[in-house]
Protein backbone atom coordinates (compact mmCIF):
# COMPACT_ATOMS: atom_id res chain seq x y z
CA UNK A 1 0.00 0.00 0.00
CA UNK A 2 2.85 2.48 0.66
CA UNK A 3 4.62 1.81 -2.45
CA UNK A 4 1.10 3.29 -3.90
CA UNK A 5 1.44 6.83 -2.30
CA UNK A 6 2.01 9.91 -3.20
CA UNK A 7 5.92 11.00 -1.62
CA UNK A 8 5.66 14.49 -0.99
CA UNK A 9 8.92 15.87 -0.21
CA UNK A 10 9.50 19.32 1.47
CA UNK A 11 12.33 21.81 1.86
CA UNK A 12 11.63 24.30 5.03
CA UNK A 13 12.28 27.83 4.78
CA UNK A 14 15.50 29.42 5.70
CA UNK A 15 17.07 28.24 8.91
CA UNK A 16 14.21 26.39 9.65
CA UNK A 17 13.67 23.00 10.44
CA UNK A 18 11.04 20.24 9.90
CA UNK A 19 9.06 21.36 12.58
CA UNK A 20 7.36 24.18 10.71
CA UNK A 21 5.31 21.66 8.81
CA UNK A 22 3.60 20.59 11.94
CA UNK A 23 0.03 22.12 10.31
CA UNK A 24 0.73 20.97 6.69
CA UNK A 25 -1.90 17.44 7.12
CA UNK A 26 -2.57 15.77 3.82
CA UNK A 27 -4.60 12.71 3.43
CA UNK A 28 -2.30 9.90 4.89
CA UNK A 29 -4.36 7.21 2.91
CA UNK A 30 -2.85 9.05 -0.76
CA UNK A 31 0.19 11.08 0.43
CA UNK A 32 3.65 10.22 2.50
CA UNK A 33 5.00 13.13 3.56
CA UNK A 34 8.65 13.71 4.09
CA UNK A 35 10.61 16.31 5.36
CA UNK A 36 14.32 16.86 4.38
CA UNK A 37 16.70 18.77 6.71
CA UNK A 38 19.47 21.09 5.76
CA UNK A 39 23.15 20.36 5.05
CA UNK A 40 26.04 22.45 5.78
CA UNK A 41 26.97 23.97 2.71
CA UNK A 42 30.90 23.10 1.30
CA UNK A 43 33.40 25.75 1.24
CA UNK A 44 32.21 27.99 -1.64
CA UNK A 45 30.04 25.53 -2.74
CA UNK A 46 27.83 26.63 -5.36
CA UNK A 47 23.89 26.57 -5.16
CA UNK A 48 24.09 24.11 -8.03
CA UNK A 49 26.72 21.33 -6.09
CA UNK A 50 24.34 21.82 -3.12
CA UNK A 51 21.54 21.66 -5.06
CA UNK A 52 22.70 18.32 -6.43
CA UNK A 53 23.51 16.87 -2.72
CA UNK A 54 20.14 18.00 -1.32
CA UNK A 55 18.41 16.23 -4.59
CA UNK A 56 20.08 12.60 -3.51
CA UNK A 57 18.22 12.80 -0.26
CA UNK A 58 15.00 11.81 -2.63
CA UNK A 59 14.55 8.18 -2.41
CA UNK A 60 11.46 7.79 -4.51
CA UNK A 61 10.84 7.95 -8.39
CA UNK A 62 8.86 10.87 -9.35
CA UNK A 63 7.95 12.69 -6.20
CA UNK A 64 6.24 15.98 -5.15
CA UNK A 65 8.54 18.72 -4.08
CA UNK A 66 7.86 21.30 -2.06
CA UNK A 67 9.91 24.11 -0.73
CA UNK A 68 8.93 26.96 1.33
CA UNK A 69 10.80 30.74 1.01
CA UNK A 70 14.41 29.90 0.54
CA UNK A 71 13.54 26.49 0.23
CA UNK A 72 11.44 26.89 -2.87
CA UNK A 73 14.38 28.47 -4.38
CA UNK A 74 16.43 25.16 -3.60
CA UNK A 75 13.50 22.91 -4.82
CA UNK A 76 13.58 24.80 -8.38
CA UNK A 77 17.43 24.30 -8.30
CA UNK A 78 17.12 20.28 -7.30
CA UNK A 79 14.45 19.98 -9.66
CA UNK A 80 17.42 20.01 -11.86
CA UNK A 81 18.49 16.78 -11.14
CA UNK A 82 14.81 14.92 -10.73
CA UNK A 83 12.17 14.17 -12.36
CA UNK A 84 9.70 15.16 -10.41
CA UNK A 85 5.69 14.98 -10.29
CA UNK A 86 5.05 18.41 -9.28
CA UNK A 87 7.30 20.96 -8.53
CA UNK A 88 5.27 23.11 -5.94
CA UNK A 89 6.79 27.05 -4.16
CA UNK A 90 5.42 28.60 -1.28
CA UNK A 91 5.70 32.41 0.14
CA UNK A 92 8.83 32.40 -2.31
CA UNK A 93 9.65 33.55 -5.68
CA UNK A 94 10.46 32.02 -9.14
CA UNK A 95 12.90 34.40 -10.46
CA UNK A 96 15.09 37.07 -9.71
CA UNK A 97 12.22 39.74 -10.77
CA UNK A 98 9.99 38.71 -8.14
CA UNK A 99 12.27 39.42 -5.64
CA UNK A 100 11.72 43.12 -3.86
CA UNK A 101 13.72 45.75 -5.44
CA UNK A 102 15.97 45.90 -1.76
CA UNK A 103 16.94 42.93 -2.12
CA UNK A 104 18.27 43.16 -5.84
CA UNK A 105 19.98 46.34 -4.64
CA UNK A 106 21.39 44.28 -1.92
CA UNK A 107 22.93 41.93 -4.01
CA UNK A 108 24.38 44.60 -6.57
CA UNK A 109 26.11 46.44 -3.55
CA UNK A 110 26.58 43.26 -1.15
CA UNK A 111 24.59 45.11 1.44
CA UNK A 112 23.93 40.93 2.66
CA UNK A 113 27.33 40.76 3.24
CA UNK A 114 26.87 43.05 6.53
CA UNK A 115 24.11 41.04 7.44
CA UNK A 116 25.95 40.22 11.67
CA UNK A 117 25.22 36.15 11.40
CA UNK A 118 27.86 35.75 13.83
CA UNK A 119 26.00 38.14 16.21
CA UNK A 120 22.59 36.71 15.74
CA UNK A 121 23.29 32.96 15.94
CA UNK A 122 21.89 32.57 19.82
CA UNK A 123 19.47 36.13 19.36
CA UNK A 124 15.79 36.55 18.41
CA UNK A 125 16.98 38.60 16.04
CA UNK A 126 17.83 35.81 13.26
CA UNK A 127 13.95 35.45 12.76
CA UNK A 128 13.69 39.08 11.35
CA UNK A 129 16.56 37.88 8.61
CA UNK A 130 14.59 34.70 8.06
CA UNK A 131 10.98 36.52 7.92
CA UNK A 132 11.46 40.11 7.86
CA UNK A 133 9.77 42.51 10.78
CA UNK A 134 7.10 41.24 12.37
CA UNK A 135 4.83 41.60 15.83
CA UNK A 136 6.60 40.24 18.84
CA UNK A 137 3.99 36.93 18.82
CA UNK A 138 4.58 36.59 15.24
CA UNK A 139 8.69 36.50 15.72
CA UNK A 140 8.27 34.15 18.81
CA UNK A 141 5.90 32.04 17.05
CA UNK A 142 8.56 31.75 13.88
CA UNK A 143 11.70 31.66 16.10
CA UNK A 144 10.68 28.90 17.84
CA UNK A 145 11.32 26.27 14.86
CA UNK A 146 14.75 28.79 13.48
CA UNK A 147 17.20 25.65 14.58
CA UNK A 148 19.92 26.03 11.68
CA UNK A 149 22.31 28.49 13.73
CA UNK A 150 25.58 27.39 11.84
CA UNK A 151 27.55 30.82 10.73
CA UNK A 152 28.92 29.50 7.61
CA UNK A 153 25.44 27.91 6.52
CA UNK A 154 23.48 31.29 7.30
CA UNK A 155 26.19 33.52 5.28
CA UNK A 156 25.98 31.01 2.13
CA UNK A 157 21.80 30.93 2.36
CA UNK A 158 21.74 35.11 2.57
CA UNK A 159 24.07 35.36 -0.38
CA UNK A 160 22.27 32.52 -2.31
CA UNK A 161 19.00 34.10 -2.12
CA UNK A 162 19.71 37.45 -2.46
CA UNK A 163 21.96 36.66 -5.37
CA UNK A 164 19.80 33.89 -7.54
CA UNK A 165 19.77 34.50 -10.85
CA UNK A 166 17.27 32.65 -12.41
CA UNK A 167 15.81 34.65 -15.12
CA UNK A 168 12.70 32.45 -16.52
CA UNK A 169 10.38 30.73 -14.68
CA UNK A 170 10.31 27.02 -14.65
CA UNK A 171 7.89 25.16 -16.76
CA UNK A 172 5.01 23.63 -14.91
CA UNK A 173 5.81 25.48 -11.58
CA UNK A 174 2.95 26.25 -9.23
CA UNK A 175 3.13 28.78 -6.39
CA UNK A 176 1.19 29.03 -3.61
CA UNK A 177 1.60 33.07 -2.31
CA UNK A 178 -0.08 35.26 0.34
CA UNK A 179 -1.36 38.82 -0.13
CA UNK A 180 0.05 39.99 2.84
CA UNK A 181 3.74 38.72 2.55
CA UNK A 182 6.10 41.66 3.29
CA UNK A 183 8.95 39.75 2.55
CA UNK A 184 8.29 38.55 -0.80
CA UNK A 185 5.23 41.22 -1.62
CA UNK A 186 2.45 39.96 -3.73
CA UNK A 187 2.52 42.86 -6.22
CA UNK A 188 6.25 41.59 -7.28
CA UNK A 189 4.91 37.73 -7.63
CA UNK A 190 3.10 36.28 -10.93
CA UNK A 191 0.45 33.31 -11.39
CA UNK A 192 -0.18 32.26 -8.25
CA UNK A 193 -2.49 30.64 -6.05
CA UNK A 194 -3.45 33.46 -2.90
CA UNK A 195 -3.90 32.57 0.71
CA UNK A 196 -5.77 36.04 1.88
CA UNK A 197 -4.71 37.26 4.90
CA UNK A 198 -1.29 34.81 4.10
CA UNK A 199 1.53 35.95 5.47
CA UNK A 200 5.10 35.12 4.69
CA UNK A 201 4.87 32.28 8.05
CA UNK A 202 1.37 31.25 6.60
CA UNK A 203 2.37 27.94 6.47
CA UNK A 204 2.26 28.29 10.66
CA UNK A 205 -0.81 29.81 11.13
CA UNK A 206 -2.42 28.69 7.85
CA UNK A 207 -1.82 24.86 7.71
CA UNK A 208 -5.35 23.91 6.65
CA UNK A 209 -5.67 26.43 3.87
CA UNK A 210 -2.02 26.16 2.84
CA UNK A 211 -2.74 22.04 2.45
CA UNK A 212 -6.23 22.13 0.62
CA UNK A 213 -3.99 24.32 -2.32
CA UNK A 214 -1.51 21.37 -1.71
CA UNK A 215 -3.56 18.87 -2.79
CA UNK A 216 -5.70 20.62 -5.33
CA UNK A 217 -2.29 21.45 -7.40
CA UNK A 218 -1.62 17.83 -6.87
CA UNK A 219 -4.51 16.57 -8.25
CA UNK A 220 -4.48 18.61 -11.08
CA UNK A 221 -4.15 16.68 -14.67
Known amino acids: MNSQKIHVYFVP ?3 AG ?16 H ?18 RM ?12 GVSFGGVVAQEMSKFLKCDKLIIISSVK ?13 KTGLYKLVPTRLVLSTDDLTKYAVGPRSKKRLGLYNDYLHVRDKDYLDWAIKNMVCWKRREVLP ?8 SDIVFPLKNI ?14 LNKGKEVSEKIVDIIQEK
Open 55 to 66: AAKIHHKNPVLI
Open 18 to 33: KEIFRNIKLPEDTFQI
Open 172 to 179: GISHIHGD
Open 95 to 107: KRTELPKRLRIAS
Open 13 to 15: GLA
Open 190 to 203: EDCAIIKGGTHVMI
Open 35 to 52: ILEWLLPENKEKMSSYAQ
